[in-house]
């Protein structure tokens, strides 16, 4: 009986490890895959070139239009949502602080809010974009990723907020100090690691979605200049690279998957290396 | 300077009410929208017909979605099977028996894999998934296959989804409080009982959140779905052959949907379809998380 048991536990605990284990090597695994497979066509030209004549048949030229329009369109982006999210989160741990039926309401709506899938903010955003008579360009392309990243933005960021203590608010108000000060002054700086961490987060979501600016930012060859003109992304330019029968473009698409695995990896060590940095000098 | 002050702190906290409402409203303004878009297909379409038939014949006004939500459904149930266990036992060993350094090292991991975008999925899928189901498991199983199918989608999906239900998990195991479990080491059991019986089955409710919260997230995905799925009108069920989920329809057939009566609105209304199917999913499986970390 004893025997059993021990067999049992030792059974099921090598099982767990395994799984556990197996998750560090499948994405050992992904990188490894796309490192190697695109490691031949990635060139400087890639990173530095607008796609010339005939490009998608084999031709000279690089993705630099799809880098910095997928730049242009996550920069955008993330800055409404730090204009609408960061305030939105504040004031969801100030003013709020004292109603927490309500600050737990609405954290439960946005959480639900951030399973929605990012094809049904493309599909609004488009016809959003038909409503207003746009054509498809940086703008509508900004405007739909905002939506996607605003509720990312807000929970990740009030997740920070609501760790401070009640004590450190308390101190603030005592001292005079109005709500929005110490909103903004007292609890903003003592989470800045948290907006970092939100920031980052949601710039790389932005950067790496497809389905939202598949309708609304369009594609084109060139660098957008204006807000109305058409942009490319570099998911995109992955996706359309893919699909082509030329084995050189197929090739060039795995060095573009290369280039934003290396950005979004970039940015998920920053994330942790900027937010190690600015907890140091809190208040615990 | 008091003036300034005051000023200063009313058009601050209306900025902030505004933002908060705006945050609120955006999901009403969503679901409105895609209803109004959608809404022309209601008048001579029932409902029910939409969902339930399966003729698909955008040029003669004929929309019938039941084989894109079935299509949908079986990428999705397969991603499950492959998900669920993976996610349970290493969530289980991440709370209950590893080293505080595998944990350290593991939380980048989840944390990359969550951050890496579809298309990437997507290109790994075409990579090594799709020539892996048609060269080595569909022979395995006596069929061919070109291995852009369902069972691709599934285990494409089912790595996406990984991340997100485990983080969940993880969250729900780390609510049990350490006494329960001490209490029943200390009558004899061993870890692993321990665990079985007051980690899982004390969390029921959370655990059954966690893979629903899954399931939502998995229905919804396009991008990477599409690389590898097929995108073809399959009835037979059998895994190796294409399916043609809801997402895809909608992301492969923008360009011609203008130039189509009607065909807009029936995207929107496959839209509008994922749209509120997810969000109840959502706001349900959240209501019992919610619930039990309260307790």
Same mark, same amino acid.
């Given at each position: ?72 369109? @996550? ?27 309500? +600050?737990?309401?609405?954290?439960? /709506? ?72 110490? @909103? /903004?002054?007292?609890?903003?700086? +003592? ?49 359309? +690279? ?43 | ?8 702190? $009313? ?27 959608? %809404? ?7 409902? &029910? ?14 929309? !019938? ?25 290493? %969530? ?9 350094? &595998? ?17 990437? *999925? ?41 991340? *997100? ?48 919260? !899954? ?38 057939? *923008? ?10 609105? %029936? &995207? ?5 379809? &994922? ?15 919610? $619930?039990?970390?309260?307790?």
């Amino acid at each position: 009986m004893r025997r059993v048991k021990i067999i049992e536990e030792k059974f099921f605990i090598w099982i767990s490890a395994f799984m556990t284990y197996s998750l560090i090597a499948v994405l050992i695994f992904i990188i490894l895959v796309i490192f190697i497979k695109g490691f031949g066509a990635l060139n400087w030209d890639m990173v530095l070139k607008t796609p010339r004549g005939g490009y998608y048949y084999g031709g000279e030229g690089g993705v630099l239009n799809a880098i910095i329009g997928s730049l242009y369109i @996550a920069v955008g982006a993330t800055l409404i949502a730090i204009i609408i999210g960061v305030p939105a989160a504040l004031y969801l741990n100030v003013q709020l602080i004292r109603y927490r039926r309500t +600050q737990n309401t609405i954290r439960y /709506f946005l959480d639900a809010l951030w399973g929605i899938p990012s094809i049904v903010y493309g599909a609004f955003g488009f016809s959003l974009m038909i409503f207003f008579g746009m054509n498809a360009s940086l703008l509508a392309g900004i405007i739909t990723v905002a939506l996607l990243i605003v509720p990312i933005m807000v929970r990740t960021f009030d997740e920070v907020l609501s760790t401070i203590p009640k004590g450190l608010h308390e101190a603030s108000l005592a001292l005079g100090s109005t709500r929005t000060e110490t @909103a /903004f002054k007292v609890l903003f700086k +003592q989470g800045f690691p948290g907006f970092i961490t939100a920031v980052l987060l949601s710039f790389g979501r932005g950067i790496g979605d497809a389905a939202s600016v598949l309708f609304t930012a369009g594609y084109t060859d060139n660098i957008p200049v204006n807000l109305d003109e058409p942009a490319a992304t570099l998911p995109l330019a992955i996706f359309f +690279q893919l699909g082509s029968p030329i084995p050189e473009v197929r090739d060039r698409a795995f060095a573009s998957a290369i280039i934003l695995t290396g950005i979004i990896l970039t940015i998920s060590i920053g994330a942790r290396i900027l937010s190690k940095r600015y907890s140091r000098t809190n208040l615990t | 300077m008091q003036i300034r002050r005051i000023f200063l702190d $009313k058009v601050n906290g209306f900025w902030m009410v505004f933002s908060m409402i705006t945050i609120l409203i955006i999901p009403f303004i969503i679901g409105v929208g895609l209803y109004l878009k959608a %809404a022309p297909l209601f008048e001579n379409q029932s409902l &029910l017909k939409l969902i339930f038939s399966s003729s698909w014949a955008p040029s003669t006004g004929e929309f !019938g979605f039941w084989p894109f939500i079935t299509g949908s459904l079986y990428v999705t149930l397969l991603s499950f099977l492959f998900t669920a266990p993976v996610c349970l036992f290493a %969530a289980i060993y991440l709370t209950q028996f590893s080293s505080p350094g &595998l944990i350290r090292v593991m939380h980048p991991v989840i944390d990359v894999l969550a951050g890496l975008p579809s298309v990437i *999925y997507g290109v790994w899928g075409i990579l090594v998934i799709v020539p892996f189901v048609s060269d080595y498991a569909a022979p395995f199983f006596g069929t061919s296959s070109s291995g852009y199918s369902v069972l691709s989608g599934g285990i494409v999906l089912a790595v996406m989804c990984i991340p *997100y239900t485990l983080n969940m998990l993880i969250e729900v195991f780390n609510t049990v409080p350490n006494g329960l479990k001490e209490a029943s080491l200390s009558l004899g059991a061993t870890m692993w009982e321990s665990v079985k019986h007051v980690v899982i089955r004390g969390n029921y409710p959370g655990i059954i959140s966690a893979y629903g919260l !899954g399931i939502a997230k998995a229905f919804g995905e396009t991008i990477a779905v599409m690389m590898v799925v097929g995108n073809m009108v399959n009835t037979s069920g059998n895994p190796f052959e294409a399916a043609y989920p809801l997402p895809a329809l909608i992301a492969n057939n *923008y360009g011609e949907m203008l130039s189509i009566p009607m065909y807009n609105a %029936a &995207l929107m209304f496959a839209a509008f379809l &994922l749209f509120i199917i997810i969000l109840m999913i959502n706001l349900f499986f959240r209501y019992l998380i919610h $619930k039990t970390k309260r307790q």
